[in-house]
């Protein structure tokens, strides 16, 4: 199973919603997730896309607005 990491800010409803959906589509499912406002060269890349899903090691990554279809198809590839 590949490592998936979410790049979010801090009090991000979008970013909770991701969650959410997350936690219905893959229950017990491990994320990292990552603050982007601790890095500028995150906060420049991501500043207002996130949440965005990463999948490592292919660095594959999944953009807000995503439903459970799309999340569902990302998880599935390694």
């Known amino acids: 199973m590949s490592k998936l990491l979410m790049y979010s800010r801090p009090d991000c409803h979008l970013c909770e919603e991701a969650e959410a959906l997350l936690a219905v589509v893959a229950p017990g499912r491990v994320f990292e997730t990552v603050d982007i406002e601790d890095d500028i060269r995150l906060l420049d890349r991501y500043g207002i896309r996130v949440p965005v899903l990463k999948r490592e ?14 999340l569902c198809d990302f998880l599935k590839h390694p």
């Open 57 to 70: 090691p292919d660095g594959a990554e999944l953009g807000w607005p995503f439903d459970a279809a799309q």
